[in-house]
Nanobody, 124 residues
């Protein structure tokens, strides 16, 4: 079970840190992805982190967002800085418990567990 938190409303240029808590998850090899979906748009991958620490980012957020993890607690973070109006979306985390590959752009079907999401609204 995944539960996201940390969303909210901020002005452009502001920051938010999202958290994703994985309950009942014991795999030591996995891939976690952060996704977002804006109204009227398809869901897109934002960032991924492998249990070994490898991270990838979408071009649109590279340099502004940072994904990290607390391996022991199975908590995954998305630090978002220099937020823009176009970052407004519902943000969700997902886990692939096999972790054979991990990168932005992987098929969403590879992720087995999904959270319900947390809303991020950035006003200009």
């Amino acid at each position: 079970q995944l539960a996201e938190s940390g969303g909210g409303s901020v002005q452009a240029g502001g920051s938010l840190r999202l958290s994703c808590v994985a309950s009942g998850f014991t795999s030591t090899r996995y891939c976690v992805g952060w996704f977002r979906q804006a109204p009227g748009k398809e869901r897109e991958g934002v960032a991924t982190i492998h249990s070994f620490g490898t991270v990838t980012y979408a071009d649109s957020v590279s340099g502004r967002f940072t994904i990290s993890q607390d391996n022991a607690q199975h908590i995954f973070y998305l630090e978002m800085n220099s937020l823009k109006a176009e970052d407004t979306a519902m943000y969700s985390c997902a886990i692939d418990p096999r972790g054979a590959a991990c990168y932005v752009g992987r098929a969403e079907s590879e992720y087995k567990f999904w959270g319900l999401g947390t809303q991020v609204t950035v006003s200009s």
